[in-house]
């Protein structure tokens, strides 16, 4: 199973940039994929996750600004991000695997990608 993503960069305050990642494993369609995020030092975080019927959970920190979304047909979850703040700075892992639930974190992860916000 691979998870490949694509995006991300250097941006500023303010701006946007969106994410995609596709997964190879047709399989994970039926359960939640999602978006974390982790800064040196501190924990990967929930950024926002995605059930394959639509519903959706996002850190408080990012409601309003941050979009999930996902083509089942493709296996490929989206992340668009606008507003974008300094704090938002990390190193952002697309997540997927058997049993992955809006709360509840798959096995396989993303490669990892920076975003880096600041003017």
């Known amino acids: 199973v691979q998870l490949v993503e694509s995006g991300g960069g250097l941006v500023q305050p303010g701006g946007s940039l969106s994410f995609s990642c596709a997964c190879s494993?047709?399989?994970?369609?039926?359960?939640?994929m999602g978006w974390y995020r982790q800064v040196p030092g501190k924990r990967r975080e929930l950024v926002a996750t995605i059930t394959s019927g639509g519903s959706t959970k996002y850190a408080d920190s990012v409601k309003g600004r941050f979009t999930i979304s996902r083509d089942n047909v493709k296996n490929t979850v989206y992340l668009q991000m606008n507003s974008l703040k300094p704090e938002d700075t990390a190193v952002y892992y697309c997540n997927a695997g058997r049993g992955a639930t809006l709360t509840t974190r798959g096995d396989y992860w993303g490669q990892g990608t920076q975003v880096t916000v600041s003017s």
């Open positions: 494993g047709s399989i994970f369609s039926i359960y939640a």
